[in-house]
């Protein structure tokens, strides 16, 4: 019986451990415990995008922790992941300004794109409060608007191709100017909307329609005066071609004359005279008071082909009697 009870006091003991045993299993699982707790303390993994910013019992150090696996003292330093990307800032409301020219306008919707640049994330992180949301304020965004707007006359201030690279510009020298250059990248500046206010796009309007009018008026001059200085050179061509015309007859005329003139001679005048006789003799005689009866004309009859005349001569007039001259003088003398 004594066997007995011994052989099953040892198969007891083989399957329940003795007390003595049970703490060192416990504490090689808290040991184990301890070691994963420490070494997931130990690791940071920063993601792309990101920079980690590390405090050591809260004290911020200067050299941003990059993206990827890095290691860190467990329970002494923490570490803040800043975001690199791209981030967009929107502004609701209008921005009021003035062109160069002092002509007022406004902006709305203004969209800024900007971007924290890695190795000054630790910087901002310790500077910036809510920097998530104070880093490019509406202040910033204002004043950079207004000075572009200004830099601007007001025929290109609304001009989106010229109006947000200068706001962009601005932007970027007001943050370098607050943060210090190389620690926020402006990439640009959209804006949704911008216009005059509604007095000048009334001013604006009738100052087209005046250029308008003014363009109008000078078309019509031009073409009024082309019409005239057409009808001008058309009168001038006509008056010419007619003095020209006159001139070419008068010489026509004048060379026909000196033709004419040349060939007169004292046979065709006589000639001429006996053509236009009536053959009635005159009832008057003119003396030139010294050779008597001046001597009308005298025909020289043609001859024939035998030597005959073949025009009789006409008869000269008889001499008048010495009763027919006094008779002439006394009625004469009476006239």
Known sequence: ????????????????????????????????????????????VIPS????????FGQIQEKPMPNGFNWKIPFVQEVLQVNNKQQDIYLEGQI???????????????????????ERSAW??????????????RTLVDSAMKTAAKSLASEDVT???????????????????????????????????????????EAIEARQLARMEQERQQIENATN???????ADAARIE????????????????DANEILSASITERTQTQDMINSWNGVL????????????????????????????????????AAPTPAETAAEETEAGAE
């Open 1 to 44: 019986m004594r066997n007995i009870f011994k052989r099953a006091q040892n198969t007891t003991n083989y399957a329940n451990p003795t007390p003595r045993k049970l703490p060192r299993v416990v504490g090689t699982l808290v040991l184990l415990i301890a070691v994963l707790v420490v070494m997931g303390n130990a690791v940071e």
């Open 159 to 201: 001009n989106r191709g010229l109006i947000e690279p200068a706001a962009r510009e601005s932007l970027q020298a007001a943050i370098d100017e607050k943060y210090g250059e190389g620690t926020v990248s402006v990439i640009k500046v959209v804006i949704s909307n911008m216009d005059f206010e509604e007095r000048y796009n």
């Open 239 to 254: 008056a010419q071609g007619k003095a020209e015309a006159e001139t070419i007859l008068a010489q026509a005329k004048a």
């Open 124 to 137: 901002i992180f310790a500077n910036v409060s809510d920097y998530t949301n104070n880093l490019v304020s």
């Open 225 to 231: 005066l082309a019409r005239a200085q057409a009808e």
């Open 96 to 118: 009021w300004s003035e062109a160069s020219d002092q002509t007022v306008v406004y902006l709305e919707g203004v969209t800024v794109t900007y971007q924290i640049l890695p």
């Open 282 to 317: 005159p009832s008057t005689f003119v003396t030139d008071g010294e050779n008597g009866l001046f001597k009308m004309f005298s025909i020289m009859p043609a001859q024939d082909g035998n030597g005959g005349s073949a025009v009789p001569a006409a008869a000269a007039p």
């Open 49 to 56: 995008g990101y920079t980690g910013v590390v405090t050591t």
